[in-house]
C-alpha cells in the first residue's frame, strides 16, 4: 500500500473534527493554491445562495467538477 493511501486509510477514522483540522493543515501547506477566501467573499457568496440569485451543487456534482 501506498503513503497517500496509508494516510487516506487512517483519515477516514477520524472524528468530522479531527479531519477538519487536517484539512485545514493539509490546505495551509499548500502555499501557492488560491484557496483562500475572506470573510466577505464567503458571505457574499452565502447570501446568493440564500437569494436563489445562484443555485448549490449536490455533493455528486461537486465530486464530478472535482474530477472524483
Known sequence: MSQV???RQAASRLSLEERAELAV???DG???AP???TDEEA???????VSGAV???SREE???ACGR
Do not use: A, N
Request: overall charge neutral; charged content about 40%; glycine content about 4%.
Open 5 to 7: 493511501s496509508d494516510i
Open 25 to 27: 493543515f493539509l490546505l
Open 43 to 49: 458571505l457574499r457568496r452565502r447570501d446568493e445562495l
Open 62 to 64: 461537486f465530486r464530478k
Open 35 to 37: 484557496h483562500h477566501v
Open 30 to 32: 499548500l502555499e501557492d
Open 55 to 57: 443555485s448549490g451543487l
